[in-house]
Structures are given as structure tokens and as C-alpha cells.
């Protein structure tokens, strides 16, 4: 074997262990390339898992503070709405009041009181606007056996009359 013949020798297995390195090296490489690739879809897909939950959660939030937002303004509408009757109410109960037929409505509260309680001797408690009403119901009830007093507390009433015993019980004949 001659030189020649060793040279050649030697480039070709060089050349052939190049390649085989080479392929080696690409073989290697596209290995890697693949778990990266695997790997970031893993990621990806973590991520991705990870940030659909957080929008469920706020969705979820936000929906939570519409109704919380929604009932309050039911809430809300109620109150105003139930306010308004009450207004109305006691609009109602002050022209009651300022009527022709309301002394006899406090005649007829004052004698039921009186039937209730079954007894002869009660206090009124009135509100202030009435109590010259009072004193003049209470004289026409005293001809009936009943010993009527007004009391020097006026009732905290709109209309109407709070008649005690003087045993300590009382009927609320107002009309609130």
C-alpha cells in the first residue's frame, strides 16, 4: 500500500465519518428542534389553559356584580316605589282629616277603643289638630257612663286616637 493509496484511504474515511457526523449532528438537531417544539406547545397550551380560566373567573366576577347591581336597583325601585304609597298614605290620611266625616270616623275609633278595652274609665291620646275634636267627643260620650281623659301627651299620630285603660292596656285606633 502506497502513500497514495493511504491518503485516499484516509480522506475517504474522514469523509465518511464527516458525514457520518454530520448526519449525526442533523439527526440530533431535528431531535431537538422537535422537543422544543413539543415543549413550547406544552406550554402553550398550559398558558393558554391557564389564562381561559382566569377570563372564566372574571366573566364570572363581572356577571356576579351585574346582578348584585341589578337587584339593588330592584331594591332601590321598591323602596321608592313603597316610599311614594306611604306618601300617598299619609296625604290621604291628612285630607281624611281635614274632611267633614272625620269627627264621626273618631267617634266611632273611640267608641270601638272603648268596647275593646270594656271598661269606663280610658285616656285619648290624640294628636294635637284633634284634640279640641276629642274634648268635644269625649263630653258626649261622658252622658253614656264613660269617663273620658285627654291625655296631655299628644299622640305622635297622623289621624286617629290611642285610647289606654287604667289598667294599663291600650288599643291603637290610629289610621296608620
Not at 439527526?27 to 415543549?39: H, K, V, W, Y
Not at 298614605?89 to 274632611?99: G, H, M, T
Not at 266625616?101 to 277603643?113: H, K, N, T, V
Given at each position: ?5 493511504i491518503?485516499?484511504r ?23 428542534r422537535?422537543?422544543?417544539?413539543q ?10 389553559a ?6 372564566n ?6 356577571r ?7 337587584r339593588?336597583c ?6 321608592s316605589?313603597?316610599?311614594?304609597c ?22 266611632e275609633?273611640i ?6 278595652l270594656?271598661?269606663t ?8 289638630a ?5 274634648a ?6 261622658k252622658?253614656k ?9 299628644p ?8 285610647i ?10 290610629t289610621?296608620?
Amino acid at each position: 500500500m502506497g502513500l497514495d493509496e493511504i491518503l485516499t484511504r484516509i480522506r475517504t474515511d474522514a469523509s465518511d465519518e464527516a458525514l457520518a457526523l454530520r448526519t449525526q449532528g442533523h439527526e440530533q438537531a431535528e431531535t431537538i428542534r422537535r422537543e422544543g417544539e413539543q415543549r413550547a406547545e406544552e406550554e402553550f397550551r398550559t398558558v393558554l389553559a391557564a389564562r381561559t380560566r382566569d377570563i372564566n373567573r372574571q366573566k364570572e366576577q363581572a356577571r356576579s356584580q351585574v346582578m348584585i347591581q341589578a337587584r339593588r336597583c330592584v331594591r332601590q325601585a321598591r323602596e321608592s316605589i313603597i316610599s311614594e304609597c306611604f306618601d300617598t298614605i299619609q296625604a290621604e290620611f291628612e285630607d281624611v282629616r281635614k274632611s267633614s266625616r272625620y269627627p264621626d270616623i273618631l267617634r266611632e275609633l273611640i267608641r270601638e277603643g272603648c268596647m275593646i278595652l270594656n271598661t269606663t274609665q280610658v285616656t285619648l291620646s290624640v294628636a294635637e289638630a284633634d284634640r279640641e275634636v276629642a274634648a268635644g267627643i269625649a263630653s258626649s260620650l261622658k252622658e253614656k257612663g264613660l269617663e273620658i281623659r285627654i291625655s296631655d301627651e299628644p299622640a305622635g299620630t297622623g289621624a286617629g286616637v290611642i285610647i289606654s285603660s287604667d289598667r294599663g292596656v291600650f288599643v291603637d285606633n290610629t289610621l296608620q
